[in-house]
């Protein structure tokens, strides 16, 4: 590495989460005034993941109701390719807890590294849009075996 060679860039990885829920490119159209991506619009994609994971346990329509913990670590840049990754942490009668990871990868690199994080709830509704249970796990037939 010469004088003017910048340091490699640190790479960190996933906690193996399975694939993202969410995976898109940060686009110009996605930044603030000052040209940085909008943190609004990252907490929007995040939402997406945490609300299609809740949909699919909870079999049908949900509501989110809070946010908690949000914590940005890092920067978004306009050309990175942003994966969300969202897993439950609690099923309770009506209501869903679920942790959202936000990882980015340069463009012109494999260099990764977790840019934000935070803990979504979400209630089950029904047709009336008032709460509902959520119906139990069902095994699939993979776990059946």
Known sequence: MTADTPPPTPTEQPTDRGPPVVRTIAMPSDTNPAGDIFGGWLMGQMDLAAGNVAARRARGRCAT???????????????????????I????????????????RE????????VTEGLFTFVAIGAD???RPIPSEVASPQEDG
């Open 129 to 131: 849009r008032r709460p």
């Open 107 to 114: 463009r012109e690199s494999e260099a990764t590294r977790k």
């Open 65 to 87: 109701i809070s946010v908690e913990a949000m914590t940005f670590h890092s920067p978004v840049f306009v050309g990175d390719e942003v994966s969300i990754y969202a897993w």
């Open 89 to 104: 942490v609690r099923v309770g009668r009506t209501s869903l807890r679920i942790q959202v990871e936000v990882w980015r």
